[in-house]
């Protein structure tokens, strides 16, 4: 499959996600979003028997594509799920072990996954700027077996201290952090997906480790737009773009209307290397 040379940066998200779900688990994603998109994407690419639970407690719904434009409350949204129950029900389904994988957005992430999707700048009282809060989030990200967070990489994103905690990583990163709070042993962050970079987590330290980098980018780019230091290791992987039959059933069949996968256009030349980078009109 051919490379795409054009795409914004949150296809580019939405893709790499995609590419790291399996078949035969079971995902938590919140009520749209980029990470349910990238569900949706891995369904229709390489993963069909792949089943996800919404917060809203509908459990492994079949969505007809092309998906609505709004998912939240929508009738098409929940199609042919084998339950429809409620968030304090799949919340008790992830505390028992039965859901393999979370997927979140975030505001801000720290070194240990710890992240943030309440308000950026000023205080709880008098935020800079508040979000909408972590609905579901805090119990996916503290009962499910892994979590993966999707946010583009900014500095102001990857912070060395999170304005607020909204939903817990590995804490501290001291050996059993989670375990001392409450949440279930062997769980935890499993990997960070940005436009540019991907990365993990250190087994040692739970400090985030870098994987692989974009080949339009650098490892000395990515970490100029973090204010911690993560992990890199001597070796690091590439980051293939997204090829022309990702992006096209993500933008056919997933995400017809354009709402989410709209952001900051990547153009690539021939060697790959970023030509043109042009931000989205109202992208944050």
Known sequence: MSSATSFTDNEAIITYAARLMEGQRLYFVAIGGPPLLAVLLAKQLHAPAIAYVVEDGTIAPEMRLPAP????????????????????TVDFHA????IDDGVLAAVQVDAYGNFNSTFAGGSYDRPERRFGGPGGA??????????????????????????FVSSPGFLDGSPGARERAGMPSGTGPYRVVT??????????TRRMKLLAVAPWSSVEDVLSDMEF???????????????????????TQVDPSGRTIAGDWIVLDDSREAIKSAPAVGAS
């Open 69 to 88: 434009a709004f998912m939240i409350g929508a009738g098409l949204a929940s199609s042919r799920a084998v339950a429809w129950t409620d968030m304090n």
């Open 95 to 98: 505390s028992r072990g039965y």
């Open 138 to 163: 805090t119990e996916i990200a503290a009962l499910c077996w892994r979590t993966t967070l999707m946010t583009r990489l900014q500095r102001r994103k990857f912070v060395e201290k999170l304005d």
């Open 195 to 204: 436009e540019r970079a991907l990365f993990g987590f250190d087994d040692d």
């Open 229 to 251: 230091e993560p992990v890199v290791p001597a070796h690091v992987e590439t980051l293939e773009p997204p090829t022309e039959r990702e992006l096209d059933v993500l933008r």
